[in-house]
Structure formats: C-alpha cells, structure tokens
C-alpha cells in the first residue's frame, strides 16, 4: 500500500498483475531453495494450465449434449438441473433481455449477434448458498459459437445494517459496479437485472478462472501465494479508496497484522465448530445430505 501510495490515480488504475511475472516475483521473495522453488513452480504452473482450459468450449462438452439434432443443457442433480418450465424459460429471457441495455452499447451489439438456447438451474459456492442462479447457454444462428452466462442472485450487503444502504437501487448492480472498480479487468458480460422481486447480476461462465488449494502447497508455496494475494487485494484497495488512508490506518507497527492473523484464526475455528454443528444434524436426522457434493 505504500508504493501504491506514491502512484497517481490514474496510474493506479493502469496496473495489471501478469500470473507469470508475479509468480517470479514471489518464488524470488520468498527465499526458497532451489529444490523447492523448481516444484512449487511445476505445481503452479498446472493450476494456471488447469484454470486457462476452462473455456466455453470446455463448458460445451462439460455441460451439454445435442438430444434430437439440438444443443440442450444436460441435467446433473443436484448441482445442474434444466429449467423445464416454458412460463419460468420465458421469464429468464426476458430478463436477458433487460439485462442487455445495462452493458456497454459495444457488448450490446455483442449478445445481438447471439440466440437464446437453453438455460438451467446450478447450485452455487458455499459463500452463495441459498441464492440463485441459473446458467444460460446462447449460441450465435450457426450454432458453432457458443457462449455460457450465470445469473446470480445478489442479496444486500451485510454491511449495509453498519454502513448504510448502497447508493444503488438494484444489488446486482451493487456488485457489478463494485467488480468493475476494484478488478484490473472485469468481466466483458458483467450487467444485472431483476425478476421476480430478486436482484441479479450476470457475468460470464468459464472464462478461465481459476484457483488453489492452500491446504496441498508446500510452505514455500504457500507464503509465495499469500505474497500474491496481498498483492492483488492491495491493487484492489488502492483502486476504490485513497491508499494513503489505508497506509496511516495500518500504521507501521504489527497491530494490524496482529489483528488480520487473530480474525483468521478465529474464522477458521468457527468454521470448523459449524461443520462439525453440521455433521451432527446429518447423524442426528435433522438434515439431509447427500455424500461428495
């Protein structure tokens, strides 16, 4: 934060992080030996191969199949499963209709070019449980170019008790715009919309995303990774927010390393309690689970 707080804004806007160079950077900082740095770098170099094949094409073959000569969504319960009836169909392409005049007029033209094909319910991460969402497939009138969108639902903060309600009306564009400030480089079909008295945002699905576990680095992996995500959260806050605030906030003591370290140990032990709260509802009959998903 405190280079970022001797750029312009402007120039703070221009930053970029670049996977590969800021992967070097972080293997160098960290001090590894050489053994160790060679195989942190093979097993990175596998997650961004990994997160850079998770295409539409990948998505095509993942998620759908022709069935009577067209392309349909293939259901896989509970986690996808097709949105059969036409009177709800109707509704989420009317909304995607919606949708279209909050993007950019260059996008607009963009999704003109494409058909609505199929759409499905898919349940969500465990941050968005609860919430819905629907993966939407379009393709252009030959059918040789497909594109995979998610509607998600967007509830209000659960800041906005503490902070007050946002300056938006709509939640799904609370969260677009919010992703548009704070990302070096946003998602092209990022929009939102509502229906049926929800709030939604759209964004693009499979566009090579990617991420890591923790839980399977080695250590030198793991405190390069780290390096990385302070890295792009700092690049994040210095975006949205005067870095210089930031800086005098933090100070220059351990009090706010301190504090972060004290609320993730914290959030890690209670998230721990509620599985275990969890496991016991399952034995106890409570609640029904289905293994593995």
């Known amino acids: 934060m405190r280079e970022l707080a001797d ?3 402007l120039e703070r806007r221009y930053l970029r992080v670049d996977v590969d160079v800021a992967l070097g950077d972080a293997l160098r900082t ?3 030996d050489a053994k160790e740095a060679k195989q942190v770098a093979k097993r990175t170099s596998k997650v961004i191969a990994k997160a850079r094949s998770k295409t539409r094409f990948q998505a095509l073959d993942r998620y759908t199949a ?3 000569g067209r392309r349909v969504i293939v259901p896989d319960p509970p986690l996808v499963q097709r949105l059969e009836d036409e009177k709800q169909r109707k509704t989420v392409r009317k909304f995607f209709d919606h949708y279209k005049t909050t993007v950019p007029d260059h996008v607009h033209r963009l999704l ?3 058909r609505f094909v199929d759409v499905a319910l898919k349940v969500v991460g465990v941050g968005s449980v609860g919430t819905r969402a629907f993966m939407v497939l ?3 009138e030959a059918g040789e170019d497909p594109l995979f969108l998610q509607i998600k639902e967007a509830q209000p903060s659960v800041l906005s008790p503490h902070v007050g309600a946002s300056r938006y009306d709509n939640d799904g564009r609370r969260v677009v715009e919010g992703q548009r400030l704070l990302q070096a480089a946003s998602d092209l079909f990022l929009g939102w919309g509502s229906a ?3 709030d939604y945002y759209v964004r693009q699905l ?3 995303k ?3 576990d923790p839980s399977t680095m080695l250590r030198g992996g793991y405190i390069a990774y780290a390096a990385l995500c302070g890295t792009t959260v700092a690049h994040a806050h210095a975006r949205s927010i005067e870095p210089d605030i930031l800086v005098g906030y933090l100070g220059t003591g351990a009090n706010a390393d301190d504090a972060l370290t004290t609320f993730a140990a914290a959030y890690a032990d209670q998230t721990e309690r509620d599985h275990e709260a969890l496991v016991a509802a399952v034995r106890a009959g409570r609640i029904d689970a289905i293994e593995g998903v």
Do not use: F, K, P
């Open 112 to 114: 003109d070019d494409y």
């Open 66 to 68: 022709l069935e009577d």
């Open 210 to 212: 990617g991420g890591a």
């Open 138 to 140: 379009l393709a252009n």
């Open 196 to 198: 049926g008295g929800r």
């Open 7 to 9: 750029l312009t804004s």
């Open 30 to 32: 960290t001090h590894l």
């Open 206 to 208: 499979r566009d090579m």
